[in-house]
């Protein structure tokens, strides 16, 4: 069931992305705090929401992650969500990389 739905969640990132340009994408959660699935391999979660930020960490293709906010920087959505490995603090993730999970 899982790769059912990782499969139809990738499909609607693909056409967004078509639709809007990676550069434009908007977020695709309507609610806060919110499950969601890594769609990337080694995919780096950082200090905050910047491609300059200190990496803590990586993801992987099928991680699942609880998105708690989201902000746009320099029209890149980025996701914040609990550290996969310590849950206790948050960290910020590209959002081209997370999609919800239904």
């Known amino acids: 069931m899982l790769i059912h739905i990782r499969k139809a969640a990738l499909t609607a990132l693909v056409l967004i992305v078509l639709t809007c340009g ?3 994408a908007r977020s695709l ?3 806060f705090p919110a499950d969601g699935i890594c769609t990337g391999d080694y995919v780096r979660y950082r200090s905050r929401p910047s491609t300059n930020a200190k990496i803590l960490g990586r993801l992987f293709d099928g991680d699942e992650v609880r998105v708690v906010s989201e902000r746009s920087v320099n029209g890149q959505v980025w996701y914040e969500i ?3 490995n310590s849950g206790d603090r948050t960290v910020w993730v590209a959002g081209r990389y997370i999609i919800p999970v239904e």
Do not use: K, N
């Open 29 to 31: 959660f309507t609610s």
């Open 22 to 24: 990676i550069s434009e």
């Open 82 to 84: 609990y550290d996969p």
